[in-house]
């Protein structure tokens, strides 16, 4: 979803208690960058958009209800992530608005107007008590959107200047179809976790797989006789690169020309036959390429960024963005982009 569809949607704030957060001062810098700065209020209503949109997205995936207070994979509690990575955003916001001159970005009279039909959309939304937990005045709206349409128009113009390529050869995909034997245990354990597969199965597999391989040596249509031998040949593109459908089936492919089969190939979970179609996949290359160009773009722009970090002090006032608090109030907002109305549920502890 893209961030000014889900603005436009951030609905309401109906908090039981906000402890500690009465004492966020509106205009106190956060984040100044020369000088550009970015305000608490802006700040936090900025926050509270990406809030919503995890709470409202993927709460489910992160541990439900109490998600902040849950570990991530770094080792921070997700609020604490999510909050690192929101923080560095600021700093970027701060630095691309600095150098616009320097790339002749402006916004146009038609950004302004989104921003202000936006800003007039979200005020008429919700009530002032909610937009007030927010920090969603509409100078704050407007700022934050109006960053964020600058760092869009900045990107485009830094990557614009990468002097960055992918030839053929970089992003080439091969196609493979491919019949997958899984191991199956048939333990008589009453331990519905017991999964080890014996030797003998494992055994077992391998034969059936050689048998398939076997007579698909001389099969017009490896689909086809997989089909006739009542199993499913499966699709894959892949590169020297790949690990799906799995690792060893990727190399003993990668090897091969196009029409040649692998033979069977064993992996820790199951075995594999598989029958290299094409050499050169031009969908699945021209999406590589894409994919690559892309990688090659941002990392050029990532260093852009850090190399401005250096140049330029930046100040970050810590305890003011602290304040800011995931735990005490919970945001969630519902997408408004094809339906024009916002009907939202959201509840503070």
Known sequence: MKKRALILALAGIMAASLTGCGSLKDDAVVVKAGDEEIT???????????????????????GGDDMWTKNASDGKTYEESIKETLLDDLKNMALLEKHMKDYDVKLTKADKKAIDDAAEEFDKANSQKKK????????????????????QKMRSAIVAEANVNVTDEEAVQKHMQYVEFDYTTSSDSSDSSD???????????????????????????????ATEQGTEAKD?????????????????????????????????????VAKVTSLNDEAATETKKQSLLTEKQDKYYKKVLKKWKKEEKITVHKGTWNKIDFTKLSVKAKDTSTTGTSTDSTSGN
Do not use: W
């Open 40 to 62: 608490t209020g802006v700040a936090n209503f900025y926050a509270r958009y990406t809030q919503a949109q995890y709470e409202t997205y993927f709460a489910s995936y992160f």
């Open 132 to 151: 007030d937990k927010v920090s969603g005045s509409e100078e704050n709206v407007k700022r934050v959107m109006t960053l964020m349409v600058i760092e």
């Open 236 to 272: 894959a593109t892949f590169d020297s690169e790949s690990v799906s459908p799995s690792k060893e089936v990727v190399k003993a492919a990668d090897k091969l020309g196009e029409g040649e089969l692998t033979g069977v190939v064993e992996s820790d979970t199951a075995c594999y």
């Open 195 to 225: 999964t080890t597969v014996s030797d003998d199965e494992k055994k077992q597999v391998k034969e059936k797989a050689a048998a398939f391989a076997e007579g698909a040596k001389t099969a017009e249509d490896f689909a086809s006789y």
